[in-house]
């Protein structure tokens, strides 16, 4: 099992360009949810899907949109890309019951210049 | 605001000692608590998950909660270099249908040869 995967790894972008960063689990879990990490920051929650067919807001979704396409795929699109978006975005997911332990991807490094 | 809070560090011991890692919360409600290993340059690992009130060991590691003083801690027995990363304390959040985890900023450990 490849657990949870990322792509890609790594990003450059202009201002004002747009990117979609794409996250599988092959572990059938439930839940799926994206993060931002910045230095100093710790780990900040984009945006989370509980279950198929369903997404929410977490800590800082401005600038950011996702799709639960399926039960193993979630996507982050940034429509109009800024700086401030600079950061590594980290996907998880988790079996969405009981404890909820979350398995990470490797992250997809961006730099938005 | 439901908070996760450690002490960023470095703390820095000796290889064969005992590393200390502290976390405390503020949500009382909070019922499952989660430490995670994270290597420079790579994605958090889940090292350790403690629900009840005690200690949890697993080899090196021991989780250690305290529910009435909203606290988690994490002991390393016979420090080893390739401990050296930051460890994320992570709290479920309430209400637990979410799935979503808080999580702290981080504490460096630094182990010295």
């Known amino acids: 099992n490849a657990g949870v995967t990322q792509t890609p790894k790594f990003q450059v972008l202009k201002t004002g360009q747009s990117m979609t960063l794409q996250c599988a689990q092959d572990?059938?879990?439930?839940?799926m949810y994206w993060y931002r990490q910045d230095p100093g920051m710790g780990l900040r929650l984009i945006y989370y899907?509980?279950?198929?067919?369903?997404?929410d807001k977490g800590e800082v979704p401005n600038g950011y949109n996702v799709s639960r396409l399926n039960k193993r795929e979630f996507s982050l699109r940034l429509e109009s890309a800024a700086p401030s978006q600079t950061s590594v975005y980290f996907c998880a997911s988790s079996d969405g019951q009981g404890a909820n332990e979350q398995f990470f991807g490797p992250g997809t490094r961006l730099t938005v210049l | 605001q439901k908070e996760v809070e450690q002490n960023s560090g470095p703390l820095s011991v000796p290889e064969g000692a005992i590393a200390s890692l502290n976390c405390t919360y503020s949500?009382?409600?909070?019922?499952?608590f989660f430490w995670y290993r994270q290597y420079s340059g790579k994605s958090p690992e889940l090292i350790m998950s403690?629900?009840?009130?005690g200690d949890k060991e697993d080899g090196r590691f021991t989780a250690q909660l305290n529910k009435a003083s909203q606290y988690v801690s994490l002991l390393i027995r016979d420090s080893q270099p390739s401990d050296s990363a930051t460890y994320l304390c992570a709290v479920k959040g309430v209400p637990s249908n979410t799935g979503k985890l808080i999580f702290g900023q981080g504490t460096t450990l630094q182990v010295k040869p």
């Open positions: 572990m059938n879990h439930n839940s």
């Open positions: 949500d009382r409600g909070s019922q499952s």
């Open positions: 899907s509980a279950s198929e067919g369903t997404t």
């Open positions: 403690i629900y009840s009130n």
